[in-house]
């Protein structure tokens, strides 16, 4: 049964990236929706990724699981290739590789072939399932969409992924294809965000998961200027940029993202202090959910808590729910989290 309608700015987690007052400090995670939940594998019943992320129904449910921990957020089940697949490239999910294209686009033909635009139709799946979601929860919760930023999203175009030396490799060899890569991709990310806030995400995360291996120069090339064009082009809710376990925090508080994402390179009370202005996501280890006790978890989060200080900050992980993660450490660090009193 639906909820009743509660406006955006009224949510827990939009108040905190908003900046404002809250009454305590609102906690979801990435990948909260995955493999480490046995109820996951239940729904997704041997589906290949990409089949299971399309139909609607299920992957809609895959996505309101993690609120029986209560949570304070649903981020959507779909894959940061969900867009290049709309844009006319087909992708397959391999174990122990991750997304892996059809055929990696490696010349300008190729590229030439991606749609910079392409139609809401061609990922209809995602605001359905959005829209389904709506329909399905049973208590107010505010629905978040995602988008990967071109750099990351580009090295899966190409059949590099997190092969740095790989991509450099590529793009030395390719720099006008590697241009236009990252100028298409740009532009479907805009349109896609837009299409999400339209439909009534709200809020939405970037993701640039490889950009934090880049030296500065190539950061400064290929990653924070499409940051700031795509977080200038898609406005209206909250807006989070992550990029995994990046040194460049100067440079991700100059995109204009409304809360940056940390890892455990920073630590979260400098980074309050230096940039008071400024709204923070994390920065708890995922390897403590992921090997730890309960126990451990617990005073994990509440070191983590502490740091933050109680306002312009949102409880989450340096990375993804890994799928090795006991159920028990991720109830203990959602219930630590709501029970947190400062």
């Not at 699981?65 to 006319?88: N, Q």
């Not at 969409?145 to 030395?172: E, H, L, M, Q």
């Not at 090997?291 to 900050?313: I, N």
Request: some cysteine.
């Amino acid at each position: 049964m639906a909820h009743t309608l509660v406006p955006n700015h009224e949510h827990l987690l939009v108040q905190a990236a908003l900046g404002k007052p809250i009454k305590r400090i609102p906690v979801w995670a990435m990948r909260q929706a995955g493999r480490w939940d046995p109820e996951f594998h239940k729904i997704r019943s041997g589906l290949g990724f990409y089949d299971f992320s399309e139909n609607v129904e299920l992957a809609a449910k895959a996505s309101i699981l993690p609120v029986r921990f209560g949570v304070d957020a649903v981020i959507l089940f779909y894959d940061i290739t969900t867009l290049p697949v709309a844009m006319g490239l087909p992708f397959s999910l391999q174990p122990n590789i991750g997304p892996v294209p059809a055929t990696a686009v490696r010349d300008m033909e190729a590229v030439r072939e991606l749609n910079p635009h392409p139609l809401p139709e061609t990922y209809a799946h995602v605001t359905n399932m959005l829209n389904r979601v709506k329909e399905t929860l049973d208590r107010p919760l505010p629905i978040l969409a995602f988008a990967g930023a071109p750099f990351t999203v580009a090295t899966y175009c190409i059949g590099t992924g997190k092969n740095i030396d790989a991509t450099r490799k590529f793009i030395s060899e390719q720099p006008l294809v590697w241009h236009e890569l990252l100028e298409r991709l740009t532009s479907a990310t805009i349109d896609f965000l837009k299409t999400m806030i339209a439909s009534g995400a709200s809020a939405y995360q970037l993701f640039d998961s490889w950009a934090g291996m880049l030296t500065e120069k190539e950061y400064d090339m290929w990653a924070q200027p499409y940051h700031r064009r795509i977080l200038a082009g898609a406005t209206g809710i909250p807006r989070i940029l992550f990029v995994k376990e990046c040194p460049f925090l100067d440079k991700q508080v100059e995109t204009g993202a409304d809360v940056i994402s940390l890892g455990k390179r920073h630590d979260l009370k400098e980074a309050r202090e230096k940039y008071p202005h400024l709204v923070f996501q994390g920065n708890l280890d995922e390897m403590i959910l992921r090997t730890g006790t309960p126990e451990q978890v617990k005073l994990a989060v509440l070191d983590c808590l502490r740091k933050g200080g109680g306002e312009k900050h949102i409880l989450n992980l340096n990375h993804g729910v890994d799928r090795t993660t006991p159920v028990a450490n991720f109830e203990t660090m959602v219930q630590t989290a709501l029970d947190f009193k400062g």
